[in-house]
C-alpha cells in the first residue's frame, strides 16, 4: 500500500549511541517532516523539508540531524542519544493540496 | 505561526453527535483550518479541512465562523471507534511544509 514507511517500529539504545531512524514515501510528496511524541503531550515538529536538498529546523530541533538527497527519503540521525530522547517519532509527507500521511512511528527508549 | 485553543477533554455518548470546538482568533487570511486525529497508539490521520466554507466529508464536518476566528468539527454519529485526540492546527495554503500540533481535545464516547 502507498503511504509513509518508518523503521524500525521500536529500538532501545543505550546513552551515547548514534543511530538513524528511516522515513520512505512513493506518493512523490515534496514536503516531509519528522515529530517527537512525548508521553501524553502532542507532537512536537523536530526538522522539516520543502524538498530533496532543502532542509530547516522545527521546534526541537537540537540533537538530531536530517538530510533529503532523494524525495522518497528522509532520514533522522540522533548523534548522540540521550534519555531525554525517549519518545515516539512519526514521520510525515504531504504535497500541497493534498492531505498529510503520517507513518506509524518509531518507539525509541534511551538508557 | 497562528495558534489555537481546544478544550482538554470532552464526553460523548455513542451514536450521538459530537461539536469539538476551536478558537483561533489570530488566523490570517492565508491560513486554512485542518483536523486530525490521533488512536490510541497509531499517527495522526487528516480528517478535514476548510478555508472559509464549511466543508462535509465521509468522516466529518467542519463548520468555519463567518469572521474564521472559530471552528468546529461536527461528529454526526459518534461511534466507539472515534474515541481518539483530536487536533485543530493551522496552515498557510501555500507552506504546508509545518505544521505546529497542539494538545489536542482527548474525546472519550461513552457506550
Known amino acids: 500500500n502507498a503511504g509513509v514507511t518508518q523503521t524500525p517500529k521500536f529500538q532501545v539504545l543505550k546513552t551515547g549511541q548514534s543511530m538513524t531512524l528511516q522515513c520512505a514515501q512513493d506518493?512523490?510528496?515534496?514536503?516531509m517532516s519528522w515529530y517527537r511524541q512525548d508521553p501524553g503531550m502532542g507532537l512536537r515538529l523536530i526538522h522539516y523539508?520543502?524538498?530533496?536538498?532543502?532542509?530547516d529546523q522545527g521546534e526541537v530541533p537540537n540533537g538530531y540531524n536530517v538530510s533529503r538527497s532523494t524525495t522518497e527519503d528522509f532520514p533522522l540521525r540522533l548523534l548522540s542519544a540521550a534519555p531525554s530522547q525517549t519518545s515516539v517519532y512519526f514521520c510525515?509527507?504531504?504535497?500541497?493540496?493534498?492531505?498529510?500521511?503520517f507513518g506509524s512511528g518509531t518507539r525509541l527508549t534511551v538508557v | 505561526d497562528a495558534k489555537t485553543t481546544q478544550p482538554n477533554s470532552m464526553e460523548s455518548n455513542e451514536e450521538e453527535p459530537v461539536h469539538l470546538p476551536c478558537n483561533h482568533s489570530?488566523?490570517?487570511?492565508?491560513?486554512?483550518i485542518h483536523w486530525y486525529r490521533q488512536l490510541p497508539s497509531q499517527g495522526p490521520e487528516y480528517v478535514i479541512h476548510?478555508?472559509?466554507s464549511n466543508v462535509n466529508n465521509r468522516m466529518a464536518s467542519l463548520a468555519i465562523a463567518e469572521d474564521r476566528k472559530s471552528s468546529t468539527l461536527i461528529l454526526h454519529r459518534a461511534t466507539l471507534r472515534d474515541a481518539a485526540v483530536y487536533y485543530c492546527?493551522?496552515?498557510?495554503?501555500?507552506?504546508?511544509?509545518?505544521?505546529?500540533f497542539g494538545k489536542g481535545t482527548r474525546l472519550h464516547i461513552l457506550p
Open positions: 492546527i493551522l496552515s498557510t495554503w501555500n507552506r504546508d511544509d509545518k505544521i505546529i
Open positions: 510525515a509527507s504531504t504535497s500541497s493540496g493534498s492531505q498529510r500521511t
Open positions: 476548510g478555508l472559509t
Open positions: 523539508s520543502v524538498g530533496a536538498g532543502i532542509t
Open positions: 489570530t488566523i490570517s487570511g492565508t491560513d486554512y
Open positions: 506518493m512523490n510528496h515534496e514536503y
